[in-house]
C-alpha cells in the first residue's frame, strides 16, 4: 500500500481543494493518505468549516486530516479555534509537524 501525506502550505482554497480531491482519490482507491495544515493554510479549517465544504467534512470525518501546525495556528491567530477542532496540533518539529516523522513512516511528502 502507498502512503502519502500531503502538506499543505498554501491559504488559497481554491488550491487547496486539490489537495482534498488526491487525498480523497488515494483513498478510495485503497491507499493511506494524510493531510498536513501548515503556514498560511492553517487559516483554512476556519473557512472550510463556515463554508460547510463537502470535500473538507468528507476528509475529515474520515480521519485523512492528521494535524495542524501549532506554531503557524499562533502566529495566524486561529490557534484557539484550530485546537477547538479536535484535530491533533503538529508541533513534534518545534512547534511544526516534522515530515521526518512521515518520512521514517514510509510517507511521500508532496508539499502543495
Request: no cysteine; net charge neutral.
Given at each position: 500500500m502507498k502512503k502519502t501525506a500531503f502538506f499543505a502550505f498554501r491559504g488559497q482554497e481554491m488550491c487547496f481543494v486539490?489537495?482534498?480531491?488526491?487525498?480523497?482519490?488515494?483513498h478510495e482507491k485503497g491507499e493511506e493518505a494524510k493531510i498536513i495544515f501548515e503556514g498560511e493554510a492553517v487559516k483554512l479549517p476556519k473557512a472550510l468549516e463556515e463554508n460547510k465544504n463537502n470535500l473538507?467534512?468528507?476528509?475529515?470525518?474520515?480521519g485523512l486530516i492528521d494535524s495542524i501546525c501549532k506554531a503557524c495556528s499562533a502566529k495566524m491567530g486561529v490557534l484557539e479555534f484550530n485546537e477547538s477542532l479536535g484535530i491533533p496540533m503538529g508541533e513534534d518539529l518545534k512547534g511544526h509537524p516534522s515530515m521526518y516523522r512521515y518520512m521514517k513512516e514510509g510517507y511521500e511528502i508532496i508539499v502543495m
Open positions: 486539490h489537495v482534498l480531491l488526491n487525498a480523497l482519490d488515494l473538507y467534512l468528507k476528509a475529515k470525518e474520515i
